[in-house]
């Protein structure tokens, strides 16, 4: 019986066996994408219910074993997922589309690409479309408004001139608050932006949390911002010409100075300091000099680009190159730039190896700004009587009557050039194998090399040229070099384990490693025609032309260990988890090594039974994401601040070795704590897109001075103390009011509200006062702190202030000084529209700052009657001379305090910043040209500034010192064609 019951129970189990495998088959196909038509590697085919799975090859191909009653399942990041049921079909060839929903976009991170659904962090996507054919040198500034969280300002107009970018508030005072800028996976300095062609970018990923963050460990405090440049495509190679051309004006100054006649009459009222005799009064009369024409002029922009991409099945390639030439509307500021780019990717087997190669040169000449210098030419729009001109008769130039620079001398006979080499280049090989579906190995090592060489020149017979020692003009040169390599190595694995399961783990090693160099050397005596080393005088004890030299390096190296994973249930319910260990060179043996690490959530609402009720033409999509970790910052300190250091030292003219440094082995990284919890949704079917947030990010052991004895021969050290936090909400909207093929209207805005504060100092004390600023527990950084101005007494004009009692008098108290707000502006963003219709379309930014106040130390040295032998401001024609006289402008003979809130002004100001009308020719016309498209434009940028700020420009990241280069308004017209 056993031995039957045995046969039976075999015959049984190949009998099922044989069914099923007679009823399983080998199923094979294709799969395209639908935007081109071109094969689709990498997508993941799987049948439904089930743990059997394929993955498509470089070809698209796929190969699967099936029954006839089971359903095939294709997803893809950033491409809808279809269901194909096979029935009796063995080859099923399949076309993804592009997924259009907020939730379906590709996202790169940097170290990955994701689709949005799975990402539980903060991060926004620029478009590199967006910022295209905005005439600005730095891409940076092309940013602004574009993205919540992200403030950026451009402190000056001056060509090439790198913006100030701060994600999320400052999170530190002594530290560096630039985010990190990653280049196709390598980090790239922030002040070189001038010298790559935004042209060849993809697309900008701006990283704001910890979950986006973190993977960038003691990098990653101040946000990250990832570029990708642009790629081939295999098929017809496609060729584009770009070219613009435009000019720029600066705007008038809202402050008015006086005239002559104003000037004369102030100066004759106040003593006739000069003495002028009633026939120099008649003949100054004669002369009435606007500086702001003579020391600004009309700018010009080209920009010339083409680009060539295309390849085959296997092999894709994108090459561009580019000539940028842009003047300034300052005389003798300008900017060359030329680039060239090659990215290659090819595709052998199972491996996959690519090379991205950039280069570029620019020469900048620039002058001073920012600053009270009597040297710095752009002061003396201000300062310079209208009386006076730049040239006497004979063709001369004028030397001021107030012992004043002439402006124009110091612009054209003074020369500063920079002449910069930058050199990018990445190469990756990639391994996809085989034998474990979802496993892949990667390297990727990459070079950023810049190259600064300047050159200044200061003529003998000019200002800054007479001060110079042996006072006979002088010449410098000096050559820096950086060169940072950054070498990626990961192993990730990707597993559908079954329908509802699916997860991602990536393991990582990365070194980073830093050399910088420079030298140079001025020398002085310069005589001849010569402009360059044979002018020269050599120097020696008794000619005083002894020249000065310099040098200087240093090193610093990251090495770091990390790992990332997600892990999704029912494609709606997403968990990340990162974890980082960074070791640096710059800290001491006892801190050398951190840990930064993050966690998590999304959860796709609108995925859920209990919702589909309420989806429909009006809502969509819905995702709740949470996130928290820790990141970290060593930017902002020395390479050797944990060393003590040892250098040259010099006593009665003996040069020797000295203490230059002092230990600091507990020195370590500020640490950032970041929670953020969001919410994204789209609502009537598509048509409004959303995004709110809310963030909490704390900073612990910041970088301070501590001030040490002065036995110690160290005023201070930069040293742990202290915390601060910022905490705000960021909203965003992308809304179509009209969609039809013909006629297209969108509208678009963001906000940001941010909130710091300072949390804990050094021990017990509970603020640090730095000149016009303070740093105290529960006020945000960079809070101004001065006496406030109360107005003029109208009986004997003096100046009035507020006491520490909120009590009026006349006595000016430092003791009496409160915070009057804070540099940094708490609310900003950006809005705007676009308009398509036929070939048309009209695109519009605005951005936008609010809720900080500016020190406007212009108007504290226009308006100081000490000052009257230079130009004044109109204002001070209302000084104070009588009595019962109104006004708020002391007499001149009242003490004069520019510590007070007379010289406060709200920083608020609402920016045109660009704005672009385009044709695009119809294929029946472009088809009948022999090309693929032509596109004609005009665009308009920083047009209109709403402000009440009274300088040139309020986009500031502190006080206007004095000698502001004015923002560009540029017009430019343009033409693309595409062959």
């Known amino acids: 019986m056993k031995k039957v019951l045995l046969i039976v129970f075999t015959l049984f189990a190949f009998t099922f066996n044989g069914n099923v495998i007679a009823q399983q088959q080998q199923v094979t196909g294709t799969i395209l994408s639908a935007d081109d038509n071109l094969p689709l590697p990498g997508v993941n085919v799987r049948v439904k219910g089930t743990s059997r799975g394929a993955i498509s090859d470089i070809d698209g191909q796929y190969s699967i074993q099936a029954s006839a009653n089971e359903v095939l399942v294709f997803s893809f990041v950033g491409f809808t997922t279809i269901e194909r049921a096979l029935g009796n079909n063995n080859i099923v060839n399949v076309t993804l589309e592009m997924d259009d929903k907020i939730l379906g976009e590709v996202v790169v991170t940097g170290y990955k690409t994701q689709n949005a659904r799975e990402i539980s962090g903060s991060i926004n996507v620029v478009s590199g479309e967006q910022i295209r054919e905005v005439p600005i040198a730095s891409f940076d500034q092309a940013l602004q408004g574009r993205a919540p969280g992200v403030l950026i300002q451009a402190n000056s107009g001056q060509p090439g001139a790198a913006a100030n970018v701060t994600i999320r508030g400052r999170g530190t005072i002594n530290g560096s608050n630039n985010p990190l800028y990653i280049l196709d996976g390598i980090q790239i300095s922030a002040a070189d932006f001038a010298t790559l062609n935004p042209n060849d970018f993809e697309s900008f990923s701006i990283l704001k949390d910890a979950a986006s963050t973190s993977i960038y460990g003691s990098r990653g405090a101040n946000g990250v911002i990832v570029i990708t440049t642009k790629k081939g495509k295999s098929g017809k190679t496609r060729v584009n010409y770009d070219f613009q051309f435009g000019v720029s004006q600066a705007p008038t100054h809202p402050e008015g100075v006086m005239n002559t006649d104003e000037k004369l009459d102030y100066e004759l009222a106040n003593g006739n300091p000069y003495g002028w005799t009633d026939a120099e009064l008649a003949e100054l009369r004669q002369t009435n000099t606007n500086w702001e024409d003579v020391l600004l002029r009309t700018g010009y ?87 006076e001109t730049p040239y006497q008769q004979d063709g001369g130039y004028t030397q001021l009557v107030s012992g004043q620079p002439n402006a124009l001398q110091e612009l054209l006979e003074n020369q500063t050039l920079r002449s910069q080499i930058k050199g990018v280049a990445i190469g990756f090989v990639q391994y996809d194998a085989p034998f474990l579906e979802g496993l892949s190995v990667r390297t990727n090592w990459g070079i950023d090399y810049t190259q600064n060489e300047i050159q200044q020149f200061l003529d003998r017979s000019t200002y800054r040229g007479s001060i110079a020692q042996g006072n006979n003009g002088s010449l410098e040169r000096g050559l820096a070099r950086n060169f940072r390599y950054t070498g990626t190595t990961s192993i990730s694995y990707r597993k559908q384990i079954n ?195 809310y963030y909490n990010n704390q900073t612990d052991d910041l970088f301070l001075n501590r001030q040490l004895s002065r036995t110690s021969g160290f005023n201070s050290q930069n040293t742990n103390i202290g915390s601060m936090r910022n905490r705000g909400y960021e909203v965003s909207f992308i809304g179509t009011v009209i969609d039809k093929p013909d006629f297209k209207w969108e509208l678009n805005a963001n906000l940001t509200y941010n909130q710091n504060e300072v949390l804990s100092l050094v021990g017990d004390q509970n603020e640090f006062i730095d000149g016009d600023f303070i740093t105290r527990i529960g006020e945000p950084i ?96 209302n000084e104070w001379r009588t009595p019962g006289q109104i006004t708020n402008i002391p007499s001149a003979d009242n003490p004069f305090f520019s510590g007070t809130s007379r010289f406060v002004e709200s920083g608020n100001f609402v920016r045109l910043r660009n704005v672009n009308l385009s044709y695009s020719l119809p294929s029946t016309l472009t088809e009948s040209l022999k090309i693929a498209s032509l596109r004609v434009f005009v665009q308009g940028q920083n047009l ?3 402000t009440d700020f009274r300088g040139f420009d309020p986009e500031l990241s502190g006080n206007l010192i004095g000698s502001q280069y004015p923002a560009l308004r540029t017009v430019t017209l343009g033409v693309n064609v595409g062959f």
């Not at 950006?830 to 609010?850: C, E, H, M, P, Q």
């Open 301 to 387: 922009t080209q920009n010339h680009q083409i680009s060539a991409a295309g390849g085959s099945e296997n092999t894709t390639f994108f090459l561009s190159g580019s000539v940028f030439d842009q003047t300034g509307t300052v005389p003798n500021t300008d900017l060359r730039r030329y680039t060239a780019r090659m990215n290659v990717e090819t595709k052998v087997s199972n491996f996959t190896f690519g090379m991205n190669i950039s280069g570029g040169y620019s020469k900048f000449n620039n002058t001073l700004e920012g600053d009270s210098f009597i040297g710095s030419p752009l002061n003396a729009i201000r300062w310079s009587n209208p009386y």
């Open 499 to 693: 329908e509802d399961n699916e997860f991602s783990i990536s393991l990582y090693n990365e070194i980073i490693e830093n050399d910088s160099t420079q030298f140079g050397f001025t020398g002085f005596g310069l005589v001849g025609p010569f402009s360059n080393e044979a002018g020269i005088t050599p120097g020696n004890p008794l000619n005083g032309y002894i020249p000065v030299v310099r040098g200087n390096g240093g090193q610093n190296a990251l090495i770091s260990y990390f790992a990332d994973g997600t892990y999704g249930y029912k494609g709606r319910y997403f968990l990340n988890a990162g974890i980082r260990r960074d070791g640096s060179s710059r800290f001491g043996a006892d801190n050398k090594y951190a840990t930064f690490g993050s966690i998590g959530a999304s959860w796709i609402i609108s995925d859920e039974e209990f919702m589909q009720s309420l989806q429909g033409n009006f809502f969509n999509e819905m995702k709740l994401k949470a996130s928290y970790g820790t990141v970290g910052n060593q930017e902002g300190i020395g390479n050797f601040d944990s060393r003590e250091l040892f250098g040259r030292s010099i006593y009665n003219g003996i040069g020797g070795i000295g203490l230059t440094g002092l230990p600091n082995p507990a020195l370590r990284w500020e640490k950032q704590k970041m929670f953020n919890i969001g919410l994204e949704f789209a609502l009537a079917n598509g048509r409004i897109n959303g995004i709110f947030e």
């Open 782 to 877: 960079n809070s101004l702190y001065l006496v406030r101005f109360a107005g003029v007494d109208p009986a004997n004009g003096d100046a009035l202030y507020l006491n520490a009692n909120n009590e009026v008098t006349n006595v000016y108290n430092p003791a009496d000084r409160v915070v009057l707000g804070t540099t940094d502006a708490p609310v900003f963003g950006g809005f705007g529209t676009s308009l398509t219709i036929k070939g048309f379309r009209f695109d519009a930014l605005f951005s936008y700052v609010s809720g900080n106040n500016l020190y406007n130390n212009d108007r504290n040295n226009i308006e100081n009657p000490a000052y009257l032998f230079d130009n004044l401001s109109k204002v001070m024609i």
């Open 944 to 946: 209109l500034t709403f």
